[in-house]
């Protein structure tokens, strides 16, 4: 194709073929017909004779370094098959060293087997030899009375391989071999009776070293258990001694005696501490001749001889301090509400502080023989399974949780919760009608009583060290304060601050001098009305404070409670849960003071409109009666006798006085922030009511500045924000002309903020009569 | 509130006898446990599970009671806050259903009067055992205007949908609440669940 397309002679040969085969074939050579056609072909044909003449030329010149190498590789031939030989010969001679080390190790592991055998036959010759010794020393042992060494032998032949001795038996020495068995079985026999019998010989005479003695031979003849229990049996008998004595004491304590009132509390301090010694005490032996994982055994057994003596002391503790009759009348008194037998809250005080005082000491011994158990598993369920170790927890928290001790306890302190409630409520019953309010004070008696009160039940409930009273108490804390003692301060602001009477109203219409020749007859005429109403005022004011005290106390309990609570579990008492079930708790005791807080917004809402709006409306109203239509004259004339503003001022000066006295000062402040708001709303409106000259609004502006001028001294809040629109009507009641607005007005407003919409604009400069309405609705705004 | 990660959050406190499978529903539903030989709950136990509906995270506070009589002065601390409570007996224990008068008395007493309360049988895989017919139970919790359901924490039956349930029952019923608090000022001594709420789900 290329040939046809372009058959020029410039083609380079070789563009369309090899440079062996020619780019024409025969058939188009003979085909060619032209003259420059054959010319052209004749050409390329002669290029291409060239190239392949080259390329044969440099073929050839290989030649001899070809030869060359054909004639080397003929001389290596017979080294080659040397090369073989010595191969095969290697290949020879690593087979038969391969069987000769198979042969050698074979033998090797003969020799090992061999070698075992004997040890084996060595240390059953050992065993049997040991057997007969262990036989012999029995014997000498047993009839020197040296006991440990017998117990000594025995524990070896108890350790001794039991398949072997069997093995033994059947060899050519069966005989001797059974006999000294048989004689050291009969040995065994004897001595774990004699040292049973030694034992309790020395337990009945109350002979430690000797019971100590025998109690270490036990574990020597695999009688770990019954030796654990004797000992715990010895234990006991001490323990249950020294509780009766303890007990005789109690009852024969003189009740002036200082610890009278805890005297079962100390009771089972004794116990306890009793018990720990003992286990402090005896912990190494056991651990060391019995191992680890034992003392679990010997706790139990003193548990259960603890349980019995508890039972006696708490028997003994109802039954003298009538705890049971205490509770029921407790719940009768709750169950009716007639105060004729009601339990007197103060009698229960001493009662309540024991038993928190005796769970206290059992959680604190109850903690300390966890605390001894887990450790001394520990050593022993290093190596042990998952499953072990749960079931030796398992173990434990059945001791602990099913023991006499904890059930007794929880039942104690169940009746305690429900006494410790009522003392809590009665007690706070009596603070509220005990109520005294003393002058110069902000708050009254009943607030810091309440307080003290709840905290001091919670305080008890804490130290009884246990988590589900001490929440038990926080929740009924909870309740207490928002339902019953809320309802209490409710009750009182509902009663409302005393509507103001016409003298009042009078007040704030007439001059100074008025108010005091009013109120000198007042004086005269109605003290008692006047009394009670300030009584009325006073106690609503009280009542405000102290509802805003009682949101302040809640939130400092909550933290002061937050932190005892930490130390308490810093200590390892409680579960897993007891940090949320405590922060549960607290967090529902800090809702309350929400709830206290908006009773105090209520309260100052109720004040707002019933003591401050009818007082300020009509003083904001004289407003009106003032001309603001005035002319040069009237102008210079209000300049020296001021119309409204001054007496405005002292009037609000004088009620609030009333009130900054009362109240504290965070109230007194929001009460100053929610007057401020009506002011400036109520004189919004007269206002609006009013019209204006251009001396007019100088002088509304005039009033203005000194009224804010004045709240700003009284209240901490920034004032201005609630003036801004009173200040802004003020600037447009002052205008020169209609258009001044514009000077001030959108884009030429600069760092101002209108809070007028436009029609409020208009609406404020119709008021000025020297204004045309034509004007005002022909601006652009 | 809005730090928290949750819409809603409520109380619910499970009475009833001993023995009749309080901490097994808990523990199936919060921890998808039965633990075989589960030994009697010392005071109250306290377990939390946030769960989704409808879009909304619900954080359910569950506080499982000790049914023994001596820890009765510690649960009943916690009935007042509780926005539900789960009264719990056994069908194959008539005993623990004939003291259900007694636990309503005690509901009646200290919880508030807006909690929501639920009767629920348990062990209904111990049929051949049953001593508590269905329809007796369905009467009775009719007559006193309970939800009721039957339940069996070892098989996993309708344990879900218990809590569910309730939870959706809270929800509405919350909802309810702030709508009319929402018109009338809140009076004093309302019940608590208002202040659970965050106002951010209703404006």
């Not at chain 1, 025969?26 to 002669?46: F, N, V």
């Not at chain 1, 003969?110 to 014997?139: E, H, P, T």
């Not at chain 1, 034992?294 to 006696?312: A, F, G, N, P, W």
């Not at chain 1, 749960?390 to 104690?412: A, G, I």
Request: contains cysteine; glycine residues 4%; aromatic residues 8%.
């Amino acid at each position: 194709m290329a040939a046809a397309t372009a058959p020029g002679p410039k083609a380079p040969p070789g563009e369309s073929g090899g440079p062996a085969a020619s780019a024409l074939s025969m058939e188009r050579i003979q085909s060619l017909t032209d003259l420059a056609d054959l010319e052209a072909a004749y050409s390329r044909l002669c290029e291409e004779e060239k190239v392949v003449q080259e390329e044969l030329d440099a073929l050839l010149e290989q030649q001899s370094t070809i030869e060359n190498k054909m004639v080397a590789l003929h001389r290596m031939g017979p080294s080659l098959q040397l090369i073989e030989g010595d191969a095969q010969q290697l290949a020879g001679m690593v087979t038969f060293t391969c069987n000769l080390a198979e042969n050698v190790s074979s033998k090797v592991r003969q020799l090992d087997l061999a070698k075992n055998r004997l040890y084996q036959a060595i240390q059953r010759a050992d065993d049997i030899l040991d057997l007969k010794f262990c036989m012999d020393g029995v014997q000498t042992a047993l009839r020197n009375e040296d006991y440990e060494q017998a117990a000594a032998h025995i524990h070896r032949y108890l350790s001794l391989d039991k398949s072997v001795i069997e093995l033994s038996r059947q060899g050519k020495e069966g005989g001797i071999i059974d006999a000294n068995l048989k004689l050291l079985q009969e040995a065994e026999q004897r001595l774990k009776t004699i040292v049973t019998e030694k034992f309790d010989t020395a337990m009945k005479q109350g002979d430690l070293p000797q019971v100590e003695r025998f109690f270490k031979i036990f574990p020597l003849l695999g009688l770990h258990e019954e030796g654990l229990s004797k000992f715990s049996e010895y234990l006991c008998k001490q323990v249950a001694n020294k509780a009766e004595e303890n007990l005789q004491l109690v009852m024969g304590t003189d009740m002036s005696d200082r610890r009278a009132a805890v005297i079962f509390a100390d009771t089972l301090t004794l116990l306890f501490e009793g018990i720990a010694r003992i286990v402090e005490t005896h912990q190494p032996i056991v651990e060391t001749y019995y191992g680890p994982g034992r003392l679990y055994t010997l706790i139990k057994h003193l548990q259960v001889e603890c349980d019995r003596q508890v039972e006696k002391v708490v028997d003994k503790f109802i039954k003298e301090r009538d705890y049971h009759r205490q509770f029921q009348q407790v719940q009768n008194s709750m169950m009716r509400s007639s105060s004729a037998e009601k339990i007197e809250p103060r009698e229960l005080d001493p009662i309540l502080t024991e038993v928190t005082l005796m769970n206290a000491r059992s959680e604190l011994y109850l903690r300390f023989i966890k605390r001894r158990i887990i450790a001394d598993f520990e050593v022993g369920d290093a190596m042990a399974s998952e499953e072990v170790k749960q079931e030796h927890q398992k173990y434990l928290d059945k001791l602990l949780n099913n023991c006499l001790l904890s059930c007794t306890m929880q039942e104690l302190i169940g009746y305690y919760i429900t006494m410790e409630e009522y003392f809590m409520r009665e007690t706070v019953n009596k603070a509220v009608a005990m109520d005294s309010y003393e002058k110069g004070q902000l708050t009254s008696s009943m607030v810091d009583d309440v307080f003290y009160i709840v905290k001091k039940c919670i305080g008890r409930a804490l130290s009884s060290s246990s988590i589900d009273c001490l929440c038990a108490m926080i929740n009924h804390s909870t309740t207490e304060l928002e339902s019953d003692f809320r309802e209490v301060l409710y009750n009182k602001l509902k009663q409302g601050f005393p509507a103001t009477t016409f003298q009042d109203f009078q007040r704030g219409v007439t001059s100074a001098v008025n108010i005091m020749h009013s109120s000198l007859q007042q004086g005269k005429f109605d003290t008692k009305g006047i009394e009670s109403t300030d009584e009325a005022k006073q106690s609503f004011l009280v009542t405000l404070n102290n509802v805003e005290v009682c949101s302040e106390n809640i939130m400092t309990l909550k933290k002061t409670l937050e932190s005892d609570c930490s130390k308490l579990l810093s200590q390892g008492f409680g579960g897993e849960q007891a940090q949320a079930k405590i922060e549960s708790c607290l967090s529902d005791m800090a809702a309350v003071s929400n709830k206290f807080r908006d009773l105090l917004q209520e309260g100052l809402n109720e004040l707002n409109s019933t003591a401050i709006k009818p007082q300020v409306k009509p003083w904001i109203n004289l407003f009106l009666s003032v001309s603001h239509n005035i002319e040069e004259e009237e102008f210079s004339d209000y300049e020296a006798n001021d119309p409204w503003v001054q007496q405005f001022i002292v009037n609000l000066e004088q009620q609030m006085t009333e009130f900054k006295a009362g109240l504290s000062p965070v109230i007194y402040d929001t009460l100053t922030g929610l007057m401020t708001s009506l002011i400036a709303i109520e004189l919004e409106k007269v206002l609006l009511k009013s019209t204006f000259s251009r001396l007019g609004g100088l002088q509304f502006d005039k009033e203005l500045r000194s009224l804010i001028a004045y709240l700003t001294t009284v209240t901490t809040w920034t004032i201005r924000d609630k003036f801004a629109r009173l200040s802004q009507m003020a600037t447009i009641l002052n205008l020169e002309r209609v258009t001044e607005i514009l000077d001030y007005w959108g884009p030429n407003s600069g760092p101002l903020t209108w809070r007028l919409t436009p029609a409020e604009v208009r609406q404020v400069l119709a008021l000025r009569i020297d204004f045309r309405s034509e004007d005002i609705k022909r601006l652009r705004l | 509130m809005s730090m928290e990660d949750y819409d809603f959050l409520f109380k619910i406190v499970l009475i009833g006898n001993a023995g009749v499978g309080k901490t097994c529903l808990v523990r199936r539903f919060t921890q998808g446990l039965f633990p075989p030989g589960q030994g009697a709950t010392i005071g109250v136990d306290f377990m939390i599970k946030t769960v989704e509906i409808n879009g909304e995270k619900v954080k359910l506070q569950i506080w499982d009671t000790a049914g023994q009589e001596r820890f009765r002065s510690i649960t009943q601390s916690y009935y007042r806050s509780a926005n539900a409570l789960i009264l719990t007996y056994d069908i194959t224990c008539e005993e623990s259903f004939r003291c259900l008068p007694e636990w309503l008395r005690e509901i009646e007493q200290y919880a508030s009067n807006k909690v929501i309360t639920v009767l629920v049988g348990n062990k209904i895989d111990l049929a051949d055992k049953r001593e508590v017919s269905q329809q007796r139970a369905a009467e009775f919790s009719e007559a006193q205007d309970m939800y009721y359901l039957e339940t069996s924490a070892k098989e996993s039956d309708n344990v879900e949908k218990l809590f569910l349930d309730l939870a959706c029952r809270l929800i509405s019923e919350a909802r309810q609440n702030t709508l009319v608090n929402n018109v009338s000022s809140p009076l004093p001594g309302e019940g608590k669940s208002i202040s659970y709420l965050t106002c951010c789900n209703f404006n």
